[in-house]
């Protein structure tokens, strides 16, 4: 490997670890503004009120099963050329054909393997279902083993998968990152309308999973569980949807 080559890899690496940071910190500003100034309901009245923002802040970040194991995730398979050679290309812009892609392969794959922890392996995944009221700051919170199966496995096979360059990989990660955790929110979000006629995952839909447990696996997408008929309204199990 010549020293260009090598340059770009560390750079793509950082690139890649830098957008996804940007990402959640784009999430925790709209958060606090949302918590403080907007005229959001909240999706169950029970859901948490926290003691200080800037402690969930912390929790969020600092969860092992979370951003720690993913930057991990990313490191490694980057830095131990695991991930497909078009990936570690720096020459070409964003393909959204790409980026779109790898959500929805994801989500596929996600959902499948959220099913089975569901059915088989519950026991690795009952610990994110301790919050039955969950809040933005929950997203991350969950058993090591949890991660690897739920979130790592659909990443690697989704780029082995889907192959893309650098940019889009990046843009995918931030979009991900993002949405998986404002799904978690507390507050329902301005766009959740427009998002549930087209079948994209809300928060609200996400809230319904945690509260009657056995329907909306998925994540970003609602159309699996459309079409294998686990899918349940946030309106039907009496949520706030607005």
């Not at 940007?22 to 005229?39: E, F, P, R």
């Not at 991990?72 to 959204?96: E, N």
Request: aromatic share 16%; proline share 3%.
């Amino acid at each position: 490997m010549t020293n260009t080559e090598i340059i770009d890899r560390c750079l793509g690496l950082t690139y890649g670890i830098l957008a996804v940071a940007s990402g959640q910190l784009a999430v925790i500003v709209y958060h606090y503004w949302h918590l403080n100034y907007s005229n959001a309901k909240r999706i169950q009245s029970f859901s948490v009120r926290y003691a200080s923002f800037w402690d969930g802040v912390k929790q969020h970040i600092m969860q092992p099963s979370g951003f720690m194991l993913l930057f991990g995730y990313l490191s490694c398979t980057w830095i131990f050329d695991f991930m497909p050679m078009s990936y570690y290309s720096l020459d070409a812009g964003i393909s959204w054909t790409h980026v779109v892609l790898q959500l929805i392969v994801n989500d596929f794959l996600q959902t499948c393997m959220h099913l089975a922890e569901h059915r088989i392996f519950y026991f690795y995944h009952k610990q994110h279902h301790h919050f039955v009221c969950p809040s933005l700051f929950n997203a991350f919170h969950g058993s090591i083993m949890d991660t690897t199966i739920m979130i790592l496995g659909p990443l690697f096979c989704t780029a082995h998968l889907v192959h893309c360059n650098a940019w889009s990989y990046m843009t995918f990660g931030a979009i991900y990152s993002s949405w998986l955790t404002l799904i978690h929110s507390e507050l329902s979000h301005p766009w959740e309308p427009a998002f549930r006629v087209l079948g994209l995952g809300t928060a609200a839909d996400h809230h319904v999973h945690h509260k009657v447990f056995k329907c909306n696996y998925g994540h970003l997408f609602m159309w699996w569980d459309r079409m294998i008929g686990t899918y349940r309204s946030p309106s039907k199990v009496g949520l706030c949807t607005k």
